[in-house]
């Protein structure tokens, strides 16, 4: 018998829940992140890194929830137009927003912002990539279901 790694039970798991219950855990889930960096943030910068480490969460995870209901409504032969739609706008925007921080200053580039978007950027994409993952179809060599 094959033994299939937790992760893929776990992704498998979260792949069969509907799309408002997958965002609202993965808007948990960047909740927890925030958290975690948020006391690093006043540490180092007081209530201005709080305020920088706010915005780079918020900057991560709304592109990546677009990113994940783009995936989630583009099935079927539009699938990947979807991903790939979904894979711009998530590095487009905060992209996009590290260029302007640091191109113009302020608080928030003094505060740390391109850090924070350093530190959350990969953490919400594993984590909207193990949401947005296709869990059905996977087959052993011998042809049997796995999962379940």
């Given amino acids: 018998m094959t033994d299939i790694p ?20 993965f808007s948990a889930a960047v909740a927890v992140m925030w958290l975690v960096v948020a006391p690093v943030a006043w540490c180092a910068s007081g209530w201005d890194g709080v305020g920088a480490s706010l915005a780079a969460a918020v900057v991560c995870w709304l592109p990546a929830l677009i990113s994940l209901g783009m995936a989630e409504f583009l099935r079927g032969p539009y699938l990947l137009a979807g991903w790939l739609g979904g894979m711009a706008i998530r590095l487009a925007v905060p992209l996009a927003c590290a260029l302007v921080v640091h191109s113009r200053g302020g608080w928030l580039a003094e505060a740390g912002l391109l850090y924070y978007l350093a530190a959350l950027y990969p953490l919400t994409l594993l984590v909207e990539t193990l949401f947005s993952l296709p869990a059905v179809g996977r087959t052993q060599a011998a042809g049997t279901q796995i999962g379940d």
Avoid: M, Q
């Fill in 6 to 25: 937790e992760a893929a039970h776990l992704s498998a798991r979260l792949r069969d829940l509907r799309f408002p219950a997958r965002a609202l855990l």
